[in-house]
């Protein structure tokens, strides 16, 4: 019989405490934050996107960045990175103790300019200050490349577009990128030929696939990237969040449901799927609110009978 092209292993960097709260109406407290990431690290997930160092006033949710890095028990074999969007994000990261600073950058001009007031080649400047910056910091960047997969104002962005941008990344020294499909408009044809044709033109690059579920695509899209040889998966438990651009909007991808399916289909995540359910319950606990995982929900009604 003819087996499915897939890779062994799929890294699965859990989003959940950053992109996942960051969308989520209720603050929560530093304490319930740190407890959940203790749950997520008892799953085995040994990436996890703790924070962001963003405006406080514009994302209260992340207002205790350097609070909360300091809580953190970090352990060599847990990769915590946290989110910024400029060289001044960046530079609170570093004094806060970060050791993997994420980088926001859009593949669309239009959404660069109205996040950050920046053309495209603006921010690829100031991105090569923040490399320069975290480089003497012995700190590593990576980049979240945001709007790959369509722009709500620009819509479907051409494969040169998104080149562009990689390419220069690239050219700087940036090691690893995430392709975001940060409002959820991705096809899964489109998230294949798409990640297909970035990795067939830049093999040196290490990249990461980062979906949401705006349109009920966002599984399907997740096993496109896969095929297509992607092997790192960004996804939160619960599929918390929603999405800043779009309202009413589906959060990332549920954590529980990509370690299903991919453990279903024999790929290997090293992560606890019941550990997994814990760290979904107890973060729709303080949320009060149902979390959006089929799997979850599916496992909860077979506790309760
Ligand atoms: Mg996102």
């Given at each position: 019989?003819?087996?499915?092209?897939?890779?062994?292993?799929?890294?699965?960097?859990?989003?959940?405490?950053?992109?996942?709260?960051?969308?989520e109406k209720q603050l929560l407290?530093?304490?319930?934050?740190?407890?959940?990431?203790?749950?997520?690290?008892?799953?085995?997930?040994?990436?996890?996107?703790?924070?962001?160092?963003?405006?406080?006033?514009?994302?209260?949710?992340?207002?205790?960045?350097?609070?909360?890095?300091?809580?953190?028990?970090?352990?060599?074999?847990?990769?915590?990175?946290?989110?910024?969007?400029?060289?001044?994000?960046?530079?609170?990261?570093?004094?806060?103790?970060?050791?993997?600073?994420?980088?926001?950058?859009?593949?669309?001009?239009?959404?660069?300019?109205?996040?950050?007031?920046?053309?495209?080649?603006?921010?690829?400047?100031?991105?090569?200050?923040?490399?320069?910056?975290?480089?003497?910091?012995?700190?590593?960047?990576?980049?979240?490349?945001?709007?790959?997969?369509?722009?709500?104002?620009?819509?479907?962005?051409?494969?040169?577009?998104?080149?562009?941008?990689?390419?220069?990344?690239?050219?700087?020294?940036?090691?690893?990128?995430?392709?975001?499909?940060?409002?959820?408009?991705?096809?899964?044809?489109?998230?294949?030929?798409?990640?297909?044709?970035?990795?067939?033109?830049?093999?040196?690059?290490?990249?990461?696939?980062?979906?949401?579920?705006?349109?009920?695509?966002?599984?399907?899209?997740?096993?496109?990237?896969?095929?297509?040889?992607?092997?790192?998966?960004?996804?939160?438990?619960?599929?918390?969040?929603?999405?800043?651009?779009?309202?009413?909007?589906?959060?990332?991808?549920?954590?529980?449901?990509?370690?299903?399916?991919?453990?279903?289909?024999?790929?290997?995540?090293?992560?606890?799927?019941?550990?997994?359910?814990?760290?979904?319950?107890?973060?729709?606990?303080?949320?009060?609110?149902?979390?959006?995982?089929?799997?979850?929900?599916?496992?909860?009604g077979q506790i309760k009978g």
């Amino acid at each position: 019989m003819e087996t499915m092209s897939l890779p062994n292993k799929v890294v699965i960097r859990e989003v959940g405490p950053r992109d996942g709260l960051q969308n989520e109406k209720q603050l929560l407290s530093t304490a319930d934050k740190i407890k959940f990431i203790q749950l997520l690290v008892k799953t085995g997930l040994k990436n996890i996107e703790a924070t962001s160092f963003v405006n406080p006033k514009a994302v209260p949710q992340m207002s205790d960045a350097g609070e909360l890095w300091k809580l953190l028990s970090i352990t060599s074999d847990v990769n915590f990175s946290a989110l910024a969007f400029n060289l001044n994000g960046v530079k609170r990261a570093i004094q806060a103790g970060v050791k993997t600073v994420v980088v926001n950058v859009s593949a669309s001009e239009t959404m660069n300019l109205r996040h950050s007031n920046k053309t495209r080649k603006e921010s690829l400047r100031e991105m090569e200050e923040i490399l320069n910056f975290a480089a003497k910091e012995n700190t590593i960047t990576r980049i979240d490349l945001s709007m790959v997969f369509g722009c709500p104002i620009e819509g479907k962005l051409n494969i040169d577009q998104i080149s562009f941008m990689v390419e220069n990344l690239l050219k700087m020294g940036i090691r690893e990128i995430t392709l975001a499909d940060s409002a959820g408009l991705g096809n899964p044809r489109q998230v294949y030929e798409i990640c297909r044709e970035i990795r067939n033109r830049y093999p040196q690059g290490e990249f990461g696939l980062h979906i949401h579920d705006t349109k009920g695509l966002g599984m399907p899209n997740v096993l496109a990237g896969i095929q297509a040889g992607f092997e790192i998966i960004e996804t939160s438990v619960g599929g918390l969040g929603g999405c800043p651009f779009i309202h009413n909007a589906a959060g990332n991808v549920a954590t529980e449901d990509v370690v299903y399916m991919l453990h279903e289909m024999g790929l290997d995540t090293g992560i606890s799927f019941p550990c997994l359910l814990d760290a979904g319950y107890y973060i729709s606990g303080i949320l009060g609110r149902n979390l959006v995982s089929r799997q979850s929900e599916i496992c909860l009604g077979q506790i309760k009978g």
